[in-house]
């Protein structure tokens, strides 16, 4: 429902604080990507990588601090948001006319994540790494400005990684700001690699 | 306003997909069905209770979509990429009581036709009853997503919402038979007052159960 931003994406983080069932998850996080930034975001299970995506998408609020952004995000967490008895052209393009995304974006996107042979198949039947493909299929389509992948690379054989590198790489190249948090060092250059350490600092 | 009838769309489509739509009206064709067996063919008792029972039915199958209303949508995520995209959770609620208006009340409605019909009310009633009916059900498809949106992902959550809708529903289940009565005027004016109140506070009640969920 919000509008398109014409000029560059901003993110910033500001000494950033989160509290979560008692346990301070994050922790003095202060993060000033650039536009056509690729930050990469690791750490052990548990330390807080989704907790700062969600933060960042703004589904969270923080415990102190302060973030702010500019710019249309889209986010593909665990939850795949497509609805199981839909085919996979049909569900993707619920979210892309919420996007208000064109016709050509989502081809672009189904074939870029070599989806056009289970574009008519109920997204059901999908298996993990297809679901994956899928969930990330509907980020590339919004045409967002800034993307927000929590673990993205699980679940995808070694061609759909390479794929997904170069989605990545395209967006950050066309001025976006990609936020990676995966468990696995970097497989493409990144801007700003992040290590949080789960006691709630950032290493 | 086009994704807001996307969504309203889509609730329909789902209850229409996956039962929700006929659950309900199933349910309260078979209290219709049932009922005469219990008092027997005596045609001036159905006609007195009939209403009645039958808005009991309504009320009782009002409870039977709740569960698929907002838990598979915060399981699956619909609900965060929705908030994302910057809707707030007053209008996703908006959007999913007057999908459910259409899914669930409008059906419900349609076979109310049928049921007078099985139990036999008198032609001047089933305008009643309709009217009557019409006056509540969107009260009934708000409390309906603002208790889903309650009670999605506690354990007991159908139990829990039994309990918690039952009590509210009182107010319109009184007025609502009050209608049937010799002069229908004063309790059908009744009905509708507390129908509105009702209707427009459960958006906000359903938002802010959304927002509290939200983890």
């Not at chain 1, 060092?185 to 290493?203: E, R, T, Y």
Request: glycine share 10%.
């Amino acid at each position: 429902m919000s509008s398109r931003q014409a000029s560059l994406p901003s993110l910033s983080l500001d000494n950033v604080a989160v509290m979560r069932g008692n346990r301070m998850v994050l922790r003095d996080l202060s993060l000033a990507p650039r536009a056509g930034d690729i930050i990469w975001i690791r750490g052990a299970n548990g330390c807080g990588k989704s907790t700062l995506l969600r933060l960042v998408a703004g589904l969270l609020t923080v415990t102190s601090g302060a973030i702010h952004s500019e710019g249309y995000m889209a986010l593909a967490d665990e939850n795949l948001a497509l609805d199981g008895n839909m085919t996979v052209e049909a569900a993707l393009r619920f979210w892309a006319d919420m996007d208000g995304a064109s016709a050509e974006a989502r081809n672009a996107a189904l074939t870029d994540m070599d989806l056009q042979d289970l574009a008519y198949i109920p997204v059901r039947f999908l298996s993990t790494g297809q679901r994956k493909r899928a969930s990330i299929a509907r980020v590339l389509a919004s045409h967002a400005d800034i993307w927000l992948l929590d673990e993205p690379y699980n679940g995808l054989d070694s061609a759909s990684c390479v794929r997904l590198d170069q989605a990545i790489i395209a967006r950050a190249a066309s001025g976006g700001i990609v936020l990676v948090a995966a468990h696995q060092p970097p497989s493409i250059n990144v801007a700003i690699s992040l290590l949080l350490d789960g006691q709630g600092a950032a290493a | 306003m086009r994704a807001f009838v996307a969504l309203v769309g889509r609730e329909v489509r789902l209850a229409w997909t996956g039962g929700g739509l006929w659950l309900p009206v199933v349910f309260y064709l078979s209290v219709a069905t049932l009922f005469p067996f219990v008092t027997g063919p005596d045609k001036a008792l159905l006609a007195r209770t009939g209403g009645g029972i039958l808005w009991i039915a309504a009320l009782l199958a009002t409870l039977l979509p709740i569960e698929r209303l907002i838990l598979p949508d915060r399981q699956s995520g619909v609900l965060d990429q929705l908030a994302l995209r910057g809707w707030s959770d007053e209008l996703v609620a908006t959007a999913k009581i007057a999908g459910h208006i259409v899914a669930f009340a409008l059906p419900l409605l349609l076979a109310t036709v049928v049921s007078s019909a099985l139990i036999g009310l008198p032609e001047a009633q089933l305008g009643i009853l309709l009217l009557g009916l019409a006056l509540a059900l969107p009260a009934l498809s708000g409390l309906s997503v603002m208790i889903a949106a309650l009670t999605a992902g506690l354990s007991g959550a159908s139990a829990l919402g039994g309990l918690l809708l039952v009590p509210i529903t009182i107010p319109l289940l009184i007025f609502g038979a009050g209608t049937l009565a010799e002069d229908p005027g004063n309790a059908m004016q009744l009905l509708a007052a507390t129908s509105l109140v009702i209707t427009a506070l459960s958006p906000f009640a359903a938002g802010a159960a959304l927002r509290a969920g939200r983890t």
